[in-house]
C-alpha cells in the first residue's frame, strides 16, 4: 500500500472519526483498475490513527505543564521586580528622610552661538558656530558646609573661554574640569572658600574680568547683611614653579551696598590686586607668549636679560618673551539701580589703575616702542529690563562703554571678546535678551571696537596707515538653555 494512500486515509479518518471507521460497511470488490482495500489495511489505519492521537494528547499535556511553569516563573520574577521596587523606594525615601537627596542640587545650561568677526587689515571676515556645555552639582555637607563641582568644554583649557568651535570633521571634544571648591559658612556674615573657585570679589557688568575664569585659590568673604558693610581677602595662583618664584595674586576688597522694598539698590566698592612675581615672568596659559595661541593679551613684554629672569631664560641663553611691567592695580566700582517705566534701570562704573605700570620698551622701530605709564582703564554702562528665565517674553537691553590701556589692567583676567580679547582697545558693546521660553532665551552681542591705539599691530598694513587704531566689530547671536 503507498505512503500516499496511507495519508489521504489518515485525514479522511481525522474528519470523521474514529467511530466511522469502525462502523463502516465491509469493502466491496474494487471497480476495474482500482486497488482494493482490505480489512486488514483499515484495521492498520486505525491502529496508526489511535496511536497519533495517543501522541497528540501527550503533547497537549506537555504544552500545558510548560505553560503552568512559565505562568508560576513570570509571577515569581514580577514579584521580584516588586520587591525591588519597593526596596528602593524605600531605601530613596529613607535617604529624603535623611537629606541625603535633599542636599544635591543639578545645575548647567547649554549655548549655541554665531560668532561673526570683522578685523581691519584681515584679508577675510571670520565666521564661526559654536556651543558651550556647562553641567554639575553642590551638595550640602552639613548645615554650614557645601561643595561643588562643574564640568565645562573648552579648548584647550583656555582659561577664558568654555566655547567649542564647530571644526575638526565632527570630532569629540573636550569636556574639563570647570569648578571644584568646598565653602564653609560658620556664620552667616561669614564665608571661607577654598579651590577653583568662582569669583571672590564683587564686580559689575563691564569688561575687566572674564566671566568664564574661575580663579584657584582661597578666599575669605564678610558681609554684615542684606544692606551694608562689606569685605573680602582672597589669593589666587597663576604659575607653580619648582626653581623659582611662584606666581600669584594677593587682593582684598572692601564696600558697601543698600537694598531698598521698592527694588532700588546701590553699591561702591574699592579693590586692590596685588600681583606677585609677574615682572620678568611669564604666567600666561601655557607658559609662553605663543603656546596655542594663549599670551600676555596685549600686555608689554620684552626678551631683555636685564628684565627677564632666569625662569624664562633657556639653557642656551635664548629668552622667551617676559612681563615687562608689575601690576599692582587699584580698582573703584559702582552700581546704582532703580526703577524707570516699570522696569529695573541699572547703571554701573568702574576706573582702574595700574600703579606698577613704570616700565616701557625701545623697539628698533620707533613705532613699535612701547612707553611707560599706560596705565588708566574705565568702563561705564547701564542694564534696562530683566530677563527671567521662569517669565517667557521678559526682555533686557544693555550698554557698554570701555577704554583699557596696555598695561592698565592684568591680561590673564580680561574678557576674551571684547576688543579682540586684549588691553590697548576700546569701544562700544550693546546687548539684547529675549525670554523665549522658559529657562530658554535669546542673545544677540554687537561689539564696535577699536584695538591696537597705543602700539600698532605687528602685521602689514595698508600704505598710508599707522596700524593703530585697528577697527574690530563683533556680533555674537545665541540661544541659551538652562536646567
Not at 465491509?26 to 483498475?33: R, Y
Not at 528622610?97 to 560668532?115: E, I, K, T
Not at 596685588?274 to 605663543?290: L, W
Not at 530658554?440 to 564696535?448: D, E, G, I, K, Q
Amino acid at each position: 500500500m503507498s505512503h500516499r494512500f496511507v495519508r489521504v486515509v489518515a485525514v479522511i479518518a481525522a474528519t470523521t472519526g474514529t467511530a466511522c471507521l469502525a462502523q463502516a460497511a465491509p469493502v466491496a470488490a474494487a471497480p476495474a483498475g482500482q486497488v482494493a482495500v482490505s480489512a486488514e489495511d483499515l484495521a492498520a489505519l486505525r491502529a496508526q490513527l489511535q496511536a497519533l492521537q495517543e501522541r497528540l494528547a501527550q503533547l497537549e499535556a506537555v504544552q500545558a505543564e510548560q505553560r503552568t511553569e512559565q505562568i508560576a516563573i513570570n509571577t515569581e520574577l514580577q514579584e521580584s521586580v516588586d520587591r525591588g521596587s519597593d526596596n528602593l523606594a524605600r531605601t530613596i525615601g529613607e535617604s529624603a528622610a535623611s537629606g541625603w537627596v535633599s542636599r544635591w542640587q543639578w545645575r548647567g545650561d547649554l549655548r549655541v552661538r554665531n560668532d561673526t568677526i570683522q578685523q581691519e587689515f584681515n584679508p577675510v571676515d571670520r565666521n564661526r558656530g559654536r556651543f558651550r556645555l556647562r553641567a554639575g552639582a553642590m551638595v550640602r555637607v552639613n548645615d554650614d558646609t557645601r561643595v561643588e563641582v562643574q564640568f565645562a568644554t573648552g579648548e584647550g583649557g583656555d582659561a577664558r573661554s568654555s566655547n567649542q568651535t564647530f571644526t575638526d570633521a565632527n570630532s569629540r571634544k573636550a569636556l574639563d574640569l570647570d569648578l571644584a571648591y568646598v565653602e564653609w559658612s560658620p556664620t552667616d556674615s561669614l564665608k571661607v572658600t577654598a579651590g577653583k573657585m568662582r569669583y571672590p570679589w564683587v564686580r559689575t557688568q563691564s569688561y575687566f574680568f572674564d566671566n568664564d575664569v574661575n580663579p584657584e585659590g582661597v578666599a575669605v568673604a564678610w558681609q554684615q547683611g542684606a544692606t551694608g558693610l562689606f569685605g573680602s581677602a582672597f589669593y589666587t595662583g597663576l604659575a607653580e614653579r619648582a626653581t623659582a618664584a611662584d606666581s600669584g595674586m594677593v587682593g582684598a576688597q572692601f564696600g558697601w551696598r543698600d537694598a531698598r522694598s521698592d527694588g532700588s539698590r546701590r553699591s561702591l566698592a574699592l579693590a586692590y590686586y596685588d600681583h606677585r612675581a609677574v615682572q620678568g615672568y611669564n604666567p600666561f596659559q601655557g607658559a609662553s607668549a605663543s603656546s596655542a595661541g594663549f599670551g600676555p593679551y596685549g600686555n608689554t613684554t620684552t626678551t631683555s636679560l636685564g628684565t627677564c629672569r632666569r625662569a624664562v631664560v633657556s639653557g642656551n641663553g635664548a629668552v622667551s618673551p617676559c612681563l615687562a611691567n608689575d601690576y599692582d592695580i587699584l580698582e573703584l566700582s559702582g552700581e546704582q539701580q532703580f526703577t524707570l517705566g516699570g522696569r529695573p534701570l541699572m547703571l554701573f562704573a568702574n576706573v582702574a589703575r595700574n600703579l606698577k605700570a613704570d616700565f616701557g620698551v625701545t623697539a628698533g622701530v620707533p613705532a613699535q616702542s612701547v612707553p611707560a605709564g599706560l596705565d588708566t582703564a574705565f568702563a561705564f554702562g547701564f542694564n534696562y529690563g530683566r530677563a527671567d528665565a521662569m517669565i517667557p517674553g521678559s526682555w533686557e537691553f544693555g550698554y557698554l562703554y570701555q577704554s583699557i590701556e596696555k598695561d592698565a589692567l592684568f591680561g590673564q583676567w580680561i574678557d576674551s571678546d571684547f576688543a579682540s580679547g586684549a588691553t590697548d582697545g576700546r569701544g562700544s558693546a550693546v546687548r539684547g535678551v529675549w525670554q523665549v521660553g522658559r529657562s530658554w532665551r535669546f542673545n544677540v552681542t554687537y561689539m564696535s571696537n577699536e584695538t591696537n591705539l597705543d602700539v600698532p599691530a605687528a602685521i602689514t598694513v595698508p600704505p598710508g596707515s599707522s596700524g593703530k587704531g585697528r577697527g574690530y566689530d563683533r556680533l555674537q547671536v545665541d540661544l541659551n538653555w538652562t536646567y
